[in-house]
């Protein structure tokens, strides 16, 4: 282990190496997560060094005083990180204090005390019905090149009819498409079940039938315009062009239309723990925020058509 890794010293820089493993292979934390939290103590240990006048080591992060703590957070501050990154910072902290001590390793008494900023509420913005329908069915999708509107028409059904994350229909196989439901695997390596609508099938198999390029059964089902797998940006370049074409919200991003999926789901009486399995959440909490999606459209909705409204 080269020295001052993580800008720690080597003990604590072992610490937080075996940490990072831990969260990858024993928690099964996705990749993105993982690194977002390497970059966090990263950052925890420059500070430190500049605070401290050293690398912290073990001796040092077990003596560290909640006034410590507060200070990398003031600094963080005034560099203008957003709330929601510092409250992903504490929590990268608090996990990496939690497995230094669990391992005995060292103890920190202070580290618990510190307080994720509040994090503004928001909710989801799915389409309308009819705005959801109108992209899934391609309308405004009018590419002069008929296997690429072919194939931008079948990934934004998938991600509609099937509430998949742009990550997830990209990573497609032709061989994952043999098995019904499908079997997508989610952030954190977490499996799911997804059905698809006949109707999905058909536009996949049209964009297999107009692809001009070989779709080997392990490689990537969906490529770009010259033969590589399709990048999740030209994804999105097509969705702000429907934006413009169909006269869309700001908000209609591919990854409204998952919000969509489930929204829609609820409003036509699915139920809720249903909706938690299709979108692969493993908290029924993280589910429950589209409740308030469909309180907050019931009540526009009262206030536009009540004559008292």
Known sequence: MEEFAYHLAEDAARIAAAWLSSLAQ???????????YRRDLSQFGAFLTDHLGEAAGCAALEGLALADFRSFLAKRRADDIEPRSLARQVSALKSFFRFAERRGHFRNTAYGTMRAPKIAHSIPRPLNEAAAARVADGEGSENAIPWIEARDRAVLAL??????????????????LQAEPLVITGKG?????????????????SYVAACPFNLTEREALFRGAKGGPLSPRIVQLQMERLRGALSLPDSATPHALRHSFASHLLANGADLRVIQDLLGHASLSTTQVYTEVNRTHLLEQYRKAHPQG
Do not use: C, N, W
């Open 189 to 205: 390596g977490k499996q799911r079940l997804v059905p698809l609508l006949p109707e999905v099938r058909q536009l996949i198999a």
């Open 26 to 36: 024993e928690r099964r934390v996705a990749e993105k997560t993982v690194e977002a």
């Open 159 to 176: 991600l509609y009819a099937g509430g998949l994350r742009i990550s997830e229909a990209l990573s497609l196989t032709p061989a994952m």
